[in-house]
């Protein structure tokens, strides 16, 4: 389990767009101390992210990876800048928000699109994630209509998939495990024009 030398895992979204800001009042709701990054100076969003709440705190890129955990909140075509970001991923966990809607896949080489992402992220333990919800759901607090909104989970690390279903409970949410990436991850993820069967669905689970 990815966790800091104080025994406590540490928290960072990279991306503060819709579904970085998303994430971001996720963890703000839960009191919850999480980093956010961009590719700008952190002063630069560091209004908004006061605007959300005072657990959420701006930092460069280079800071924010230093996080046990790290929520990929950019678009596709920009991950391969953040993995760059760090020499190894190894000891991290990454979850893959991202949607790689519009790209062809054979410019994954046949891959699910988080399998291609993991592939950029040596070493890391990769979850997919969070990404079948439009931004302004997400947003919203998931204890909705007396049950907790559903979110879907998809790894080849079976512990990596437990921390975040853990994370994801504490943060409100109803974790679903999808098993691998190449089956469950294909299932909630955008392939080429066309979208995963689970994408997009307001889905909530009474339990
Ligand atoms: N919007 C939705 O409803 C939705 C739903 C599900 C999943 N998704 C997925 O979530 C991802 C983000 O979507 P979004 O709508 O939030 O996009 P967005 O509003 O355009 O935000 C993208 C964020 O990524 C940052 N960024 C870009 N390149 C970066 C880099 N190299 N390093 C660090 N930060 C970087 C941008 O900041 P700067 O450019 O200021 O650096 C911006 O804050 C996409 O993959 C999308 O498919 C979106």
């Known amino acids: 389990m990815s966790k800091s030398k104080n025994n406590v895992a540490s928290y960072a979204i990279i991306g503060f767009g819709n579904i970085g800001r998303a994430l971001a009042k996720a963890f703000a709701r839960n009191g919850t101390e999480v980093s956010v990054a961009t590719t700008r100076d952190p002063e630069s969003f560091a209004s908004a992210a006061a605007a959300i709440g005072p657990t959420i705190i701006p930092q ?16 596709f075509g920009s991950h391969p800048d953040v993995a760059r970001a760090l020499p190894t991923w190894q000891g991290k966990t990454i979850v893959d928000v991202t949607n790689a809607y519009g790209v062809p896949p054979e410019k994954l080489g046949g891959l699910p699109s988080s ?18 919800l439009v931004a302004a759901v997400l947003a919203q607090d998931p204890a909705v209509h007396g049950g907790r909104r559903v979110v879907f989970l998809a790894s080849d690390d079976d512990g990596a998939a437990a921390e975040i279903a853990t994370l994801s409970e504490n943060l409100g949410f109803s974790p679903i495990q999808l098993g691998g990436l190449s089956e469950g991850g294909l299932l909630v993820q955008a392939r080429g024009n066309s979208w995963g069967k689970l994408i997009f669905k307001d889905l909530v689970r009474f339990d």
């Open 60 to 75: 460069t890129l280079a800071e924010a990876v230093k996080a046990d955990i790290i929520f990929l909140a950019v678009h």
């Open 115 to 132: 399998r291609f992402v993991a592939q950029a992220f040596t070493g890391g333990r990769l979850v997919k994630g969070f990404n079948h």
